[in-house]
Every structure is written in C-alpha cells, then in structure tokens.
C-alpha cells in the first residue's frame, strides 16, 4: 500500500489559489517563489514516500520497547530514518536563522508536515514535539538558554517533549503537583510524575530536552502558580558537550490503542535539575504559545492520516472484484467489476476526498495567517492573529473528527479485510483517534472557540471573518461553474451567523447554553470553513481550464468540490438546529439517573 | 468497570410499552406472562454480569492462540464460562422443544443475546454462531440430520458455524470456488479454503458443526450453483458418539483490530466428509434465512457494545475530576467537579444514552415480528414478514453504526485514559467495528434496502409501515408530555415518505441513484424508526407516571426521548437532502482520477 505525499494538491493551493508569488513583501517570503514551494514540496514528497512510509505499518505491528533503567527503543529502522531526516535537514525547514534554521515560512512547514503525517503519524510526533518544546523555549526562554538548546534542537540532533499532564490533572492543569524547588543558583530541582509524554525517551537522539509544567515550592495553587522549566535528559556543559546524565527517568510505556510507533512514556522525575522558561507563575501562558501550535500540528496530523487512509482505501477499491456495477458490467472480462464501480463505495471515497482536499487546504490557508501574524502591516497582522485565535480550534478539532470520519470510511471501503491488521486501514483507524483527545480534547476545543475566542475584543475576529467572505460572495457572485459553490458559502454563513447570533444571546443568559451549543456550532463552522476552501479551489481550477489548460486535475478538483456543496454541506443546517435546542434537554438529568 | 445488563430499559420495553401479556394467543407465548419475562431477564442478566462480563477486558488483551495442528485455545477461563452458560441451559432458550429446545419466543433470546454482547462481544459470537448454523439447518435439512445435530448444537454441547467467504469472494459469493464431490452414498467430498469463519475452531465444545457454502462439481457458475452442506469436525457416528476426525482444520487465526477473544479462522477443507442441507443449488436461498438472522444478531451487537461502552463512559464521568461547573462548582470540597457537570461531556452522554435505550427498544420491537411471523392469524403473519424483510438491514446497518458512534463518544469522555488499553474504552470501539462490516457491510444493506426490500410486493411493506405510524400520530396527536414525541415522529416520517417517493422516481431511471441515495435513505429510516420508538416510550412512561409512580425511572426515559427528539432527529431533513443531491455528483469522476 504505496502511501503518496499529495504534492499537486498542495503545490495547487499554495501557488495557484493562494498565489503564493505575491506574498514576497511579507517577512520570510523573500525568497519563497511558486518554484521554491514546488521544488521543496516535491522532495519533502519523496523523502515521506520512501523513507518515512515504508516503516509505518511495521512500526504499528512492533511498537516500542522499554527495557530496565528506563531504556526506550524505537521500533526496526525508525532510528535510522529519523537520522535520515536529520541530515537531509527537514527539520530546521523553518526555524528561526538565528539559531541555524532555515526560517521558511510556517506555511512550507505545514507542507511538509501533512506529508510527514501521513507517512507516518506515530514518527512525525518525534520531530513534532522537538518542534513545540523549540516553540517554547524559543519564545520565552533567556538568550543563554536559546543559544545553548535551540541549535541542536532545531537540527533535530536533540529531541524535545511536553511535559503537562499528571494522572490526576489533564485538561484541569491547574492541579498540577510536580514542584520546583530553587537552588538559588539559577537552576531548580524538579520532581514529580508526568503522564502520557510522546516521545519521552527514545533511542533516535543523544539528547532530550524537556519542558515541564511545575509549581514552584510555595507558589500559589492552581493555574497562577505554575511554571514552566527545560530539564535536559543529560546536562550540557558550557563547551555543549554533554555532561552527567539528570535525574528522571522513564518509568513506563503507555499501552495504546494506536500510534504504537511513538513512545508514550510515565515520566519520572526526582530532583532532576531544571532551568525556568520565562517567569515565574506564567508557565500556562508559556505553554498556550507552543499549545497553539501543537493544535494545529494536531489537525493537521489527524486529517493526514486521513489522506493516508483515502488513499489506501482507492488502491483497494480499484483492485478488488466483487459484485457487478448497477448499470452493466464495466470489466466484462473479468470475474467481476472492481467495487469502485459501485454507487455507496463512490459516497465513501468521495466524501473522503472531498474532506480531505478540503482540510488540506484549510490547513494551508490557516500556516499562511500564521505567518502573516509577522507583518509588518498592522492590519495585516491583526487580522492574521484575530484568524489565528478563532481557527486554531477548528482546525484542531474539525479536522480530527474528519480524519477519523475518513480513516472508518476507508476501512468501510475495505470490508472485512479492513478490519484484519494484514491491511494499513486498521492502523490509520486507531492512529487517527487519538487525534480528537490529545492537545486539548475536541470538546474543549469547541468550548475554547464559544468562550474565549469568539467573544475577545467584542467579536471582532469573527466579524472579520463573516466580512471577508461576504467580500468574496460580492466578488464571485453570479452565474458559471463556481456558482453552487458561492451559494453554498453563502448559505453555510448565513447559518454560521444565525448561529453566533444565537450564542450570543444565549449564552449569556446561561453559560450552560454556550456549552451545549459549543461542538454543533464549532461544526458548523468547520463546514463554512471548507466550503469557503472550495469555492477558492474551484474558482482557480476554473480559471485555468478556462484558460486552456487540459490537465484533468482541474476538472477533478471542480467535481470533488461539488460533493463537497451536494453532500456534505446540508451537515450545516442540521448542526444549527441541534445546537438551538439548548442546554435544558442536555442538563435536565441528574447525574445519578444516568 | 462492571458492566450491568440493562435489565430494567429492556423488561419496561417488552413488558410495559409492548405489553407482552397481550400476545399470549400467539404461538410461543402462552406461557410468556410478564412475570417470567421479568425472571428470565433477571437471571439473564446477573449471568451475564457474573460469569461472562469479568472475562471480556482479559480475552481481548490475550486473544485466543493457535497451535501445529490447527488446535486453537480461547483466552483464559472462557472454556470455563462457556460451559456455565451451557449447564445454565441458556442456548436453549428459543431452540424448538422437539429438539430439546425450551421453545420460548425470539423476543426473549433477543433480549438475552443484548446482555450477552454488552458483556463481552467476542464470547457471545460463540454461542450465536451456534444459534446461526442451527438455523440453517432447522429450515432446511432432512429430519435424519436434524435429529443427529440439533439436540447437541441446541444445547451448546457442540458448536456451528457459518462458511460463506473465501479469498476471492465475499459479498459476491458467486464466485465461491470450494467444491463438493458427490460420492454416490448421499456424501459429498468438500475441498476448498474458507476465511474470516467465526468461532470456525476452539477448545470449548467436543464438535463443531461447520454449515459450508460449495459448488457441486459440475454445477453452474454463479450464485445458482452453490450448494449448502454440513460439515462436522467430528464424524457422528449412528449412536451419536463421536468418530473419525474429519478431514478439515483450521490453518490459521486472523489477526484483527479487535473481538479477540473470538477465534476468526482460516478453515482448510481437504475432501471433508459433508451432508447437504436441503436441495442442490439452493445454497443461498438456504444461506439468506440464517443470514438475516444474523444481520439481526449482528445490530444486536453492535447496540450492545454501545451500551456497554456508555456505561463505562458515564462511570468515569462521574468519577473524573477535572474542571468546574460553568455555573459554579457543583462538588466545592474537592479540587475539581466531576466531569460530569460539563455540558459537552453531558451532550455526549445523552446522546450514548439516546441511541443506546432507542436501539434497544428497536431490537425487542422487531424481535416481537420475527415471532409474529408465526402466527397463525394470516393478517398478522403478513405484515410481520413484510416488516422483519423490510427493517432486518435497518436494524443491521443503523445499529452497528450507532453503535460505533456511542463507543466513539464512550471514549471521548474518557479523553486519554479512553485511548489507553488500561479502561475498556479502547476494546469496544475496536469491538463496534467490526459490527459494521460482516454480515453484509452497511453499504450493502442499504442497497438490499433499497434494492430489494421496498420494491417487494409492490412497496407492501412500507405502506404498511406509513399506514402505522400514521395511525399512531392520529391516535396520540393533540397537546401533553408526548408532543414533542409525536410531532417529531410525524415530521420524520414525512420526510422519509418524500424520501421513499424521490426512490421510486429516480431510481427506476437511473439505478446509481437509488445505490447513491441508499447509505442516508437508511439512515433516514433509521432515524424515523427510533423516533416510532421513542414515542412509544414516551407515552407509556408518562402513563405510569399520571397513574402515580414515583420511579424516576420513567421520567428519566421521558428526558433521554426529549434529547432524541430535539438533538438527534435533525439528522432527518439532512439525510433526505444529501440523498435527493442524486447520482451525478458520486459518479462525475473516472475511476483514474481517484
């Protein structure tokens, strides 16, 4: 089962809708030209194909290995290829020059991340999590600490974790136990237990550089009182050789239901020594700069594992015979039709397409705000920033949910021989479900966008929003091929809007009611976002047929958005309504009569 | 987390909206008072919880084990639970007295096989398959077989099985290649290789009836020359004794995404000694009376593993102490509320809830028609055939999948400890999975659906159907607790009607748009049926209550309907204009451009 990094789709989006070329005045996109993106994303492309992929599956079937003293070993030949991506140096793409990155844009970064994701979602956590732990240190650590961990970090010749949950405390982090203790050198001793650390300990770096989540000795309680450290797996000494090994220690592996491949450990800590990353009792906010970040890599991952699946499940629909097609055998030679020819595995591998182009680019279109949030144009910024609060939960959760909607589709397609563990779809179904938890479930996720995002600064983010595409509506409007799909925008915001209208005047009332309301609406808006997606593509792929261009991506791209406006988009109507029932027939049970 | 069979949901539905003690002049009932529906489900369901429950969660984490051979073993103590559940005389439950059965109604054992599933999925596929076998050979073979096999397969002494796929083929089985050789003394030499067969092995019983899908040699390809045989482990000799071994094993286990517990084996005939079942050529006539059984036991499943897994989603709600109330803390002396208090983790709870008691109701429901069938009033008799053709995929398809979605949601409230083998969460939905695809995957029972099922008898069946609920609405319209109930129910099932009608308009035309409308016109039923049982529910509960119970019973059921209504029926209107998009859309793109 050959996974394919979807190059075309993404070059498509980054240099044909979102025109990528006229972005060379914005920091970091100097030298970004359409043949840049094209030439990087065909080699990101081809390394996830044949380095990455081809140790997916087996890594699935072996796991991890966690021996006495805390050894951790990764599955057969993932060391070799995280080597493999280390000197092709993949991952400092985009990390900041000053400290040897090649600081491409987030948006190339993106890229190369859905690749790396659907080849395998279990690895790409290892360069993942460096990833945030290098976004943490990098945005609020000492200059002494960024010069001393970032370079290697940032090489990926050291990893880097995040350290938050504690089995008492995930979501509710403001329970927090781990304590620091000064030395009153600089340094701290930090001891505790962490819980659920993706690549906690592995054999594939000489050194790991966690960020931990701990209340210094006497700190208020909850929230306030944390504080967020770097404990190194082995101290480094000035010269940045590596010194004494530090007191922590993996403790254990997690049994999972997937993404066997990456090592989730019990993290021991025992007086291990720690430097703080920025100040004292500002640890969460600290950690919301690198949760922000990990929530898109979250999406991203679970809609990767999505286009993985779709693919595994197109290769098995073309070959399989079975049964004839409803309207004449359409392999007349053969024992029997390939089941591709049938009508409701058409729905599935359509629909799956449609989701999973659509969220490709979603995720495109949101790595370009984030870079944006760098202009130097104010309103340029404010507005990327404004997206970036208010979509960070919807790429995060949204794109999940699809992901693991696509990966059960997939494994649908596949009948029977889904289910046995001979064929990848088992593991794409497991992998992708961890997605909708992790990072912040997409439950909170859904209760971060009605109670924080949408109401900061009076609304302003998502006005914004509703404006921009009433612009794109005025723009587009009118008859011809992308006409179902401006109608449909339109619809799906009318309802977006009539269902932010909703919150707003009852939430207040009863918060309970924004809650109840908070995974419809974020649905609701997840779908708006997409078909706002497929009217860009659609429109582009439209131009360049009328533009003589003969190549059939164009038209596909056109039909796989129409199942998008046919099918999927009446979820938005259905989501309003549900969520304008209100909170009374969710709460109307007491807890004991469940 | 002890699983509880849901004793009192089900006795309410059977004995208090059903009103079981009406039907005592059926076949079957005379002796079925309410009481002893009580009673039974009673020690049904502490059976259940004692014996079988505690050995789910340690059979999926050891699986069954095959040795040289072809000797399989189950997991540890199923041998041993398997033999309670035969000594407590529980297979025979519904078996037909003249073969030693008990002779009580399909209702009954329906209600049995729920309690069963819930508590591990994997071990009740053992005596279920059983049941599958003895069905087939109930119906069709001669008098001589009947009384050799059935009396031990009806008691559980011996197993059966059902071999239907080979490599090559599954839900086109005209392309079945194991051959039978006629030998002229009324035997037949089968040879072939056969996978995916349930319980096809094991160590729990002394013989293992195997009822084997085959092609007389020389008979017509396709489906018309398939022939059904019985196929014993163990040759039975004229005294009932076990003889030679038969020249068949089990070359090999599957490995699976989960129902571990169950042995899923490669069987290799080798001119196996085998007895055909009924006439040559009727293979498949012979294989549908036990396959729509098994699509029934098969929704049956699937619900049952969302009961079990709402359960133990609203155990650790209820525990898990993370977060406050957003309207002020509901438990203030400890460090966090229990999850509980979460309106989202509420609306995932209510909407298990929903499925789960709806499902349930919908099982017993249809169970009563399987029963009626046998009636002796032709009027009677009519209708409950025509109903159990027209909903058996209904029960399948959309209880498998609600299933899945309450497993899915079951570990959504467990966040990461769901994704951890260390709760149960992870086993059910790996559980639920499977119930989607065997037995005919969902997709092809909604072509059955729509293919078949409605067109028959001119559309007898769904007229019938219409004609009920109409009545219904007409008897219970008007103002009162059950409003919501009916109003809801009335509008559903005029939009199945359009539904139903744009069918038979367009899907004559142009077949692919009955197979691109069948997924959500199923769906669409589906939810129109539940809601046919939600009123119902209603409406008795509110019944006992203005005749003065004080049970909060009934008003818990009341609310759970109300979330039905307000929160799940507005997937009606959705699916009827996803279905209505038509054809074009699934069809547009050549099977290259995937």
Chains 1, 2 share one sequence.
């Not at 996974?3 to 993404?10: C, E, G, H, I, M």
């Not at 609020?140 to 090489?155: C, H, I, R, T, V």
């Not at 136990?177 to 701290?188: E, I, N, S, W």
Request: glycine share 12%.
């Amino acid at each position: 089962m050959a996974y394919k990094a979807p190059v075309r789709d993404l070059t498509f989006f980054i240099n044909e809708v979102l025109e990528i070329d006229r972005y060379t005045n914005q920091p970091g996109f100097a030298e970004l030209s359409s043949d840049l993106v094209t030439q990087v994303l065909e080699e990101g492309g081809k390394f996830a194909d044949e380095v990455i992929a081809p140790i997916n599956h087996p890594g699935d079937k072996e796991g991890c290995h966690w021996a006495d003293g805390g050894v951790v070993t990764g599955p057969k030949g993932w060391k070799e290829a995280y080597q493999a991506m280390v000197e092709a140096g993949w991952p400092s793409l985009t990390g900041d020059p000053e400290y040897g990155g090649q600081g491409m844009p987030y948006i190339l970064g993106s890229a190369f991340g859905q690749f790396t994701a659907g080849a395998s979602a279990a690895f790409s956590m290892y360069p993942g999590l460096t990833a945030g732990a290098y976004a943490g240190i990098h945005a609020n650590a000492s200059d002494e600490l960024k010069s001393k961990y970032l370079p290697k970090m940032g090489s990926g010749e050291w990893g880097g974790t995040m350290n938050l949950t504690e089995p008492q405390c995930g979501t509710d982090l403001g329970m927090v136990r781990t304590k620091a203790v000064p030395q009153g050198d600089g340094t701290y001793k930090i001891s505790g237990q962490k819980i659920w650390i993706s690549a906690g300990e592995h054999d594939f770096t000489d050194n790991i550089i966690h960020t931990v989540l701990a209340r210094v000795e006497g700190a208020v309680p909850g929230i306030k009182g944390l504080s967020l450290f770097l404990v190194p797996k082995y101290l480094v000494n000035e010269d940045g050789s590596l010194g004494e090994r530090n007191s922590l220690m993996c403790a254990g592996l997690e049994h999972k239901m997937g993404i066997h491949g990456n090592a989730t450990c019990v993290m021991q800590y025992d007086e291990a020594v720690g430097w703080l990353i920025g100040e004292e009792g500002r640890g969460m906010n600290n950690m919301f700069v690198v949760m922000n970040e990990a929530r898109l890599g979250t999406g991203l991952q679970g809609l990767a594992i999505g286009t993985a699946a779709y693919q595994a499940a197109v290769e098995f629909a073309k070959d399989r015979l079975q049964g004839r097609s409803l309207t004449g055998p359409k392999n007349p030679d053969g024992p029997a039709d390939p089941i591709i020819v049938h009508p409701d595995v058409r729905r599935m591998l359509m629909e799956a397409k449609a989701f999973v182009e659509g969220g490709q680019a979603f995720i495109l279109w949101t790595a370009l705000h984030a870079d944006l949030e760098k202009s130097e144009d104010e309103a340029v910024a404010t507005k990327a920033k404004d997206y970036m609060a208010l979509l960070t939960p919807i790429v995060k959760a949204y794109l999940t949910d699809k992901g693991f909607h696509v990966a059960s589709l997939a494994m649908q397609v596949h009948g029977g021989s889904g289910y046995t563990e001979h064929f990848q779809a088992s593991q794409y179904l497991r992998d992708a479900r961890i997605t909708m938890i992790y990072e912040g479930t997409n439950g909170v996720q859904a209760l971060d966008l009605v109670g924080r995002k949408l109401p900061a600064n009076g609304g302003r983010a998502i006005m914004t929003w509703f404006g921009e595409i009433d612009a794109f509506v005025a723009e587009h409007g009118g008859e011809g091929t992308h006409k179902p799909f401006v109608d449909g925008l339109a619809e799906a915001k009318k309802k977006l809007q009539d269902g932010t209208m909703w919150l707003m005047q009852n939430g207040m009332a009863n918060p309970d009611n924004a809650g109840a309301a908070s995974t419809d609406y974020l649905n609701l808006f997840g779908v708006t976002a997409l078909a706002y997606m497929w009217a860009q593509m659609a429109i582009t792929a439209q131009k360049a047929i009328d533009a003589g261009s003969e190549d059939p991506f164009y038209a596909t791209k056109i039909a796989t958005g129409r199942y998008f406006v046919e099918r999927v988009l009446p979820d938005a109507d259905m989501h309003l309504k549900k969520m304008k029932s209100g909170a009374e027939v969710l709460m109307a049970l007491p807890a004991e009569a469940f």
